[in-house]
């Protein structure tokens, strides 16, 4: 264990009871006065968006943020082989970054308590800075994003963390985000809306729903601990994915995809599946920007990401899914188990429902290692929710891999994150969420030495 395992163990280790109450009486404090307000509205009272005359497609006026745009998609061999769809463009990349510094000897961690117009139930735990390239060079006019010095010139500081990851490849187009960590030792003023917690904190706060945001969950899951460099069998299995499997995507005007209509208040599919595209007029008392009007994806139902897990012999393994989606940008990422929205497979080929969709659903209670409802990006989703679960398989008969999955150590996975794009959005919370139960399965007391951090 290296210098930097050992600190992350000892913040692991490390939970203050009574200031994680003192924690949700702050919280709820800032969520009850937090003052952001979103409201659904027709798309002819957007203010500096419009639908462009001759494609359909939907963009501010300044060319920065981010327009929504139609892509053709091609995947032969897949249960639906071909589709058209709205879908978020957005080249440039934003930065998610945590401010890390020791406190008494442990690693705490720099949250923010963030209100944005799609979360479900108020404010979220965010990571210190969370803004795009448009917001921090603050091309809305507004005032300047605190803390972003330390990540805009991290080679001052100790990095701990710096990656480019994906996001949602069904909603965004070769969305990327900048992830990083960052450990300070001068002082940092702390402002309002901000609170230093410990890793063992982060992870109990994990288990409470739509508390921890995603983009904080993706950061956390790229600390590069516990980890071994996957092994050749590893890597040219996923390469093999990219190789062999087709994805075929060509950028088509909104006007054009097949199957989904625009009516005044929102485009929708003909099935009312997937998802909606709406608009909301958002008022705010402690963003950079007092209010504003944009665009959002709603999906329509809440979603399961899910690993199985069993005991390996280097220690625990997740049953990982090489996942081809239109906007990622090399083929296939890593992907929990399942990852899916059970109500639409009413409508598509039964070919097309995830093969262990039924086994985590059925799950027996003392199998379930983790379960919580947490939130998707609320920037650009309006009340995305995904069911997020990690179910222990039975050891006596462990499930075959089905097409496109593959058992892989969790240590390998962790060292996968450090590189881009090879582990998708919802496999980083599984990821952040199972270090979570690895930290409780370690300390004293524990009945679950299968997750104990040593394997």
Known sequence: MNDLDERVARSERTVDRAGLDGFRAWFAGHAAGGGLRAERIPFDRLRGWRFDPDSGDLRHDSGAFFSVEGLRVRMPGAPVEEWSQPIIRQPEIGILGILAKEFDGVLHFLMQAKTEPGNHGGAQLSPTVQATRSNYTRRHGGRP???????????????????????????????????????????????????????????????????????????????????????????????????????????????????????????RHDSGRFFDVIAVDVRARDREVSSWTQPMIEPRGQGVSAFLLRRGAAGPEVLVHARAEPGYADVVELAPTVQCTPPNYGILPGAARPPYLDEVLAAPPERVLFESVLSEEGG????????????????????????????????????????????????????????????????????????????
Not at 147 to 172: I, M, N
Not at 212 to 230: K, Q, T
Request: glycine residues 4%; aromatic residues 8%.
């Open 145 to 267: 994003v605190p803390y972003l010095e330390y990540f805009q010139r991290p080679r001052r500081h100790r990095v701990l963390a710096d990656v480019r990851q994906s996001e949602q490849g069904c909603w965004f187009y070769r969305k990327r985000n900048r992830n990083m960590i960052t450990e300070v030792t001068g002082d940092v003023p702390v402002r309002p809306g901000f609170r230093w917690l410990t890793l063992g904190e982060l992870y109990e706060l994990l288990a409470v729903d739509d508390l921890v945001n995603m983009d904080a969950r993706s950061v956390l899951a790229c600390l590069p601990v516990n980890a071994c460099d996957p092994g050749a069998d590893t890597l040219s299995w996923i390469t093999d994915e990219r190789t062999l499997r087709e994805v075929g995507t060509e950028a088509v005007p909104l006007r054009q995809v097949e199957r989904w209509r625009r009516t005044s208040e929102r485009i």
């Open 380 to 455: 650009r989703f309006y009340h995305a929710r995904n069911r997020y679960l990690i179910v222990e398989t039975d050891p006596r008969r462990p499930p075959a891999a089905a097409p496109h999955h593959r058992w892989t150590p969790v240590r390998e996975l962790a060292a996968l994150i450090r590189h881009s794009h090879y582990v998708n959005v919802e496999a980083r919370t599984l990821l952040a969420c199972l270090r979570g139960v690895q930290a409780r399965a370690a300390r004293p007391g524990a009945a679950a030495p299968l997750l104990a951090r040593t394997g």
